[in-house]
């Protein structure tokens, strides 16, 4: 294990994978930050339509 950590510390595919995993990490997490604006938008509107329809009775 030790071997292939070391193996995989000099070669430059290595850093490149890290690196494309840390942006794609960045992605997922602004990703996440917009979804939950979101979100709670939409939760408001669904709870505005619910509230409507139950007055509307």
Request: proline letters at 0%.
């Given at each position: 294990m030790i071997h292939i950590l070391?193996?995989?510390a000099r070669n430059?595919?290595?850093?490149?994978a890290i690196?494309?995993?840390l942006i794609l990490s960045l992605v997922v997490l602004a990703m996440i930050a917009a979804?939950?604006?979101v979100a709670s938008?939409?939760?408001g509107m669904w709870n505005n339509v619910s509230?409507?329809?139950?007055n509307a009775h």
């Amino acid at each position: 294990m030790i071997h292939i950590l070391c193996r995989l510390a000099r070669n430059r595919r290595g850093a490149t994978a890290i690196e494309y995993g840390l942006i794609l990490s960045l992605v997922v997490l602004a990703m996440i930050a917009a979804l939950q604006g979101v979100a709670s938008t939409t939760t408001g509107m669904w709870n505005n339509v619910s509230d409507k329809v139950q007055n509307a009775h």
